[in-house]
Every structure is written in C-alpha cells, then in structure tokens.
C-alpha cells in the first residue's frame, strides 16, 4: 500500500476542483499518528470522479467565456440538474425549480390558477393531455385525453419547451390564452381560446340514480380523497344504495397512498398492490377484511391513470367490480416527490407496480370488461344530461342486472 500526506492530498483536491471538503470526508481513513493513510486504488477511484467533474467545469468556463449572451452561474447550476434528470428519458422524472416545485405542489392541494388540465411528455417529445380536470375551464373547452398541446398563443411547443409551455398556459383568473391542439383520435388541428380561472378542484361528488344504485365521482386521488370517498360512500349507503358505480373517467391519478386507503374499504384480505424498485426496497400493500357491502361497477377511459389504474386493477383481478368504459391510460410505474434546497424540488421514478395478477400495465393500460366508446356527440353538448352519457348508462344497466 502506498502512502500519501493527507495534507498534499488536500491541496491536490482543492487544486483540480474545489470540493475537497466533500471527498475528504468521505475518505476511508487509517490514523498512523501524523498521516492519515488510504490505497493507491480508493486514490485512483477519487482521481477518476475528479476528472470526471473537472470535463463539466470546464464546458461551464467555456460557455461562460464564449457564449454571445450573458449566462449567470445560477442558470448554469440549475441547467445541470435539470440535465441529469432529462438524461433519463423519462417523462416523469423531472428536477423542478422553485416556481415549479411551487406550482406543483399547488397541483396537488387542488387549488391554483390557471385552465385545469394535467400534462405529460410522451415518448415523441409532445405534450400531451393526462387528462382535463371536470367543470374546469379545460374541460368545458372540450379537451380530452390524448391531445396534444402543439402551441400557446401562437407560439410552437413540445415537450422541450414544456415548463416553458405551462408557464405560459397558467396565469392570472380572468385572462385568456390560445391553445394549439393536435386530435390523433380524427387527425384535427385546432385552435381554443380559453379563459383562465382559479382552480378549485372537487375531489368527490356523489348523487343517487334511483332508489338502489348510487354513482360517486372521483377526479383525483389528493391528500384528502379517501376522507371524501369514505364520506361520500357512506352518505350514498344511508340513504339505501345497494350499488355503487364509481367514475374514474378523466381522473390522472395522485397518491398512491390515497388509493390503497380507497381499495381497503372496497376490497376483503386481499392483495391491493405490489411495487418493485431496482434498489431492492419493494412493496405489498393488502386490504383487511372490512369493507363496503356493496355491488360495484367502474367507469374509466383513456384519462383513467396511475391510481386510477392500481385501483381499477386490483378491483378488476379480484373481480370485485365490473369495469366499464375504454382502455385506461397505461402508467405503471411509481415517483416519489421530495423538496430539495432552496424550496426547490424533484419527482424520481423509483418502481413499478403490478396489479395482483402480476401485470405491469405501463404503456399499455388496463381493458375494461365491457368496451363503450363514448359517443362523439357528448362533447358537442353544452349541457349534457346523465342520459346523455352512453357509457354512464351502459353502466346502470350492468348494476341493474347485478342487483336482480
């Protein structure tokens, strides 16, 4: 083993790059008195880490020196994390600045201003419609699922410029903003002109059908949703519901640990869902024995994802409900969300999850039991009814046949 001062080592690290504070700490040391000794191999390992952060310092210099605008150290520090996330190419695994981490938890409370509408990047660098939020400004503009934002107030957009996009689309209550919107389903190009307001999600709303059948709405899965199911189940059962159809049409998704509360009161002792992460840190998660005594019927479609979908397939593999509806989203995979420094944050795709069955759905969604196409004419209503609605009534009438 060879030997070296750990004092000319300092200076060699501080040399290169500066950061030896944090090499030096992290050192395997061996105390001999007067030197502290370490192996030729852990040297090469820290000489090689160096050199590889000494090639980013020294494109930073060079841009700093020869780019022919000015470019402060701070955008730099905030391009490169932003970098080691997008080398992932992974959509939802994205390092957020402070005006972003604030805008995205906001997102999540369910309060904020702006036009109600979820995003994504696909896999062809568009942005991409989840889903719009119901009796929002989105929604009421006819937006649905799988469309695609091709330009903001006149302006060309794809998920390169995406942070840029929502930026633009949010704004004041009141104000107005001009959306570009690409339809794969009929390959139409239009222009909408929509209205910002104050978002103001509701996450349950539920109502009697008729004297047995009950019908409870779910738009997301936010820190309060399995409170408002739960309540909302509770009041449909009072009044004398035997059946209830759940509608997780439009709804993007949201806490994981929200949906398993969900499923618990809906399913027996039963596997809810499983994750697996790379890392080794997987997850069950079961529901016990107490439940809702009731039939049950889910509405989804291509707006339906990420919780949605855990809770339509767990129902759907313990053939605890009847699924109804068109081909859910397909997102299979699970972020974790955590605040970083200066009250900026990230979101990390860290596991998949699997149904019961053992099936991971990403990019491929979950097929309902009965395929109803919505009929195209809903969305050319301003007003529409409950009779209206083909897929609602399709499944009344699969309630109706389980509560003979």
């Known amino acids: 083993m060879k030997k070296f001062n750990v004092v000319m080592l300092s200076i060699f690290l501080v040399a290169i790059t500066g950061v030896s504070t944090f090499f030096m700490t992290t050192l395997t040391q061996v105390d001999t008195g007067d030197k502290v000794v370490i192996s030729k191999a852990t040297l090469d390992e820290y000489q090689k880490t160096l050199d590889e952060y000494r090639e980013v310092e020294e494109l930073k210099s060079y841009i700093e020196q020869n780019y022919y605008k000015d470019v402060t150290d701070e955008t730099m520090i905030e391009g490169m994390k932003k970098g080691i996330f997008e080398v992932l190419n992974d959509p939802y695994s994205v390092y957020m600045n402070k005006d972003e981490f604030k805008d995205y938890m906001e997102s999540s409370s369910g309060e904020y201003p702006g036009i109600g509408i979820y995003l994504a990047p696909n896999d062809d660098n568009e942005i991409e419609i989840v889903a719009p939020i119901e009796d929002t400004p989105a929604d009421k503009a006819g937006l649905i699922a799988k469309d695609l934002i091709i330009g903001v107030n006149g302006e060309t957009v794809n998920a390169d410029k995406m942070d ?33 307001e104050w978002i103001d999600v509701k996450v349950a709303k539920s109502k009697m059908i008729d004297d047995k059948i009950g019908y409870l709405r779910l738009t997301m899965f936010d820190e309060q949703s399995a409170t408002e199911f739960r309540k909302h189940m509770d009041e449909l059962i009072k009044t004398g519901a035997k059946g209830v159809i759940i ?10 640990s929200q949906c398993v509360d969900i499923a618990d009161s809906l399913l027996g002792k039963d596997l809810i869902v499983y994750t697996k992460s790379r890392n080794g840190d997987d997850e069950e998660f079961y529901s016990d024995a107490s439940k809702y005594d009731v039939q049950l019927v889910v509405l989804v479609d291509s707006g339906s994802a990420s919780a ?81 609605d083909n897929q609602l009534q399709k499944a009344i009438e699969v309630m109706q046949e389980k509560l003979k």
């Open 247 to 256: 509608d997780l049409r439009q709804n993007p998704g949201g806490y994981l």
């Open 164 to 196: 840029e996009a929502i930026a633009t689309i949010k704004g004041d209550p009141g104000t107005p903003v001009t959306l570009t919107i690409y339809r794969p389903s009929n390959k139409e190009k239009f222009d909408v002109d929509i209205t910002r």
């Open 308 to 388: 949605s979908e855990i809770l339509t397939g767990a129902l759907k593999d313990h053939k605890s409900a009847t699924i109804v509806g068109t081909k859910t989203f397909g997102k299979g995979i699970v972020q974790i969300v955590k605040p970083y420094n200066e009250e900026t944050g990230f979101k990390l795709t860290t596991s998949e999850y699997f149904t019961p069955n053992g099936v991971n759905i990403h990019g491929i969604g979950i097929e309902p039991d009965i395929t109803v196409e919505l009929d195209e004419k809903y969305y050319e209503l301003e007003n529409p009814t409950d009779a209206d």
